[in-house]
């Protein structure tokens, strides 16, 4: 009976059935005589020495299988990238490792783990009913749930009449579950019928995935199924940016402050770095299932969608056709991957297709219409090696015009010379074919004539005056603006005034306002000794202690610029004082 593993125990749970079975009095023992391992602190979740276990038991059962159903290994293993759940699973299988829980990321989490068990009241008469005996079952200990997925009952974590835990104090570790608890209190009394369906979607959630229900998946694959379903909702641009106060709207809008207090889960702050923000960026560290599942239960109905839910992209599916015209393998679908971004005029999505046999490149907008748009090209960013090299062949001949090289090559004349310029061996062909067209339209001009004198369009003495007078009074709103002081430069001038460009361009056609701003605009190191200056008020007016540290903190100078001005703040002090 000790040997024997029941369906979705917890190890644990037959870790205390075989202590219980030999009479030891103290759990190390158990553990150093049966298990030859060194008994440490209680996990239920993640344990190690699991190599150990099986070859002190002979259980007939492999590692995967005592690792995949009895711990919450598949519980977290679709929100881990591949290697941290090959590490995982390599640190459980040690004799004692103490990185799992910190390769898992658990110790980390804002999530904290369990210490002690729950237990349903109807499964309990149920295993003693099969079984002869009871035990701990692996999905009653999942984060976050406090409902039976089975019987939709309220899970015990202690007695509700005298309010003791499950635990065997004399072993600090969990005894086996038995139908009264130490003060003879009926369990099977105990039982409260659960209604909510934000708990019992959660207890069911949580099972399906404990039961392999995401196995398929990992952290990348379910980022890419959020950014999707986001981009759905108009939550998300194509390029990925998430549109956060949004999603955090929906996500209040669906779950209630007392239902994630009830979980253990924060509310999610109004900040860009809450956790909600966190999980749904471009994934670098894991997060706690019980917040997947939350974004998962918002974002679908139901855990099933998300796997049927199919890959939509803006340009249909792959792979794509290769538009290069003198390949051999034209309109071949032989493009794998297509890179999607935004274009920054329209906001439209703009995918780029590589060929990847003779590089040639092109990009259209989208999303496509029908499946014609398959084969339009918008624009053509590399013609490719293969285009290259046809083009040279061509122009060596010294029999085509630029007009018919583009004919053969399927492109514009003008970038037929594009490209032959860039070879510095072929710029006297292109020279030559391009000299005669230039002949002919100097021949059409008469030698005498003689063009006009061009007029002058801008009168800059007078628009040097008008700017001049901008930028003056914008200096003067700069300087008598309140709050944190701001630096004086050409860029925050012109911006202000709305002529930057005209001052980065043509400043040398306007010396009065090229003489104004050598005249106001700051250093560096003057603007940092104008923030100290105001930082000194600040901290005068609300009695703040002036010590050197608080200063430079407060008025923002970095390490390398620290000592330079901790001078100048000394006799700023002295003065004072």
Known sequence: MGATLYPDELLASFIARNHLLRGHKSIKTTYQLFFHLTAGRTVYDLPSGLKAILQSERLKMSLDELIHFHTLYPYYKPFWSIEQSRQVKKEMSLHKSQRTQMLAGVMASI???????????????????????????????????????????????????????????????????????????????????????????????????????????????????????????GYCTVTGRVRQREVRYRFLNKYTPQFLKQIAVPLPEESEFNWLSTIL??????????????????????????????????????????????????????????????????????????????????????????????????????????????????????TLSLREMGRLMKCDPQTVKRYLTRSVNLKSEVTKLAHDHQRKKQNKASPTTKLPALRMRVDWAKRDEEINKLIMDAIQKINQQRGRPVRLTKARIGRTIGQLAILEKKLGCLPMCKETLQRHMETLEQYQKRRIDWIIKECILKKIPLKKWIIIRKAGIGQKYAKKMECYITEILKDIC
């Open 111 to 233: 999530i904290r783990t369990r210490k002690t068990l729950n237990i349903c009241p109807l499964c309990l008469q149920m295993d003693l009913d099969r079984f002869g005996e009871a035990y701990w079952h692996r999905t009653h200990q999942l984060p976050g749930v406090l409902v039976c997925s089975i019987h939709k009952c309220l899970l015990l974590e202690s007695c509700l009449e005298c309010n003791e835990n499950f635990m065997d104090h004399r072993i600090h570790y969990p005894a086996l579950p038995s139908t009264l608890c130490r003060n003879h209190h009926a369990l099977n009394q105990m039982i409260r019928f659960v209604e909510d369906p934000n708990l019992l979607g959660l207890s069911a959630f949580s099972a399906f995935i404990l039961d392999g229900g995401y196995d398929e998946y990992n952290m990348k694959q379910i980022q890419a199924k959020y950014t999707q379903r986001l981009v759905q909702f």
């Open 281 to 398: 960026r471009k994934p670098r560290r894991a997060q706690h299932p019980l917040l997947h599942i939350l974004i998962i239960q918002m974002l679908w109905d139901s855990p099933d969608k998300l796997k049927l839910e199919e890959e939509i992209t803006p340009f249909s599916s792959g792979p794509w056709p290769c538009l290069n015209p003198i390949s051999n393998h034209y309109l071949a679908h032989i493009i794998p991957n297509v890179k999607v971004t935004r274009c920054s005029d329209t906001g439209r999505p703009v995918g780029t297709f590589e060929c990847p046999n003779c590089g040639y490149t092109y990009s259209r907008r989208g999303p496509d219409q029908d499946r014609s748009a398959l084969y339009t090209i918008g624009r053509v960013k590399k013609f490719g090696p293969i285009w290259k090299s046809k083009l040279d062949r061509l122009s060596k001949e010294r």
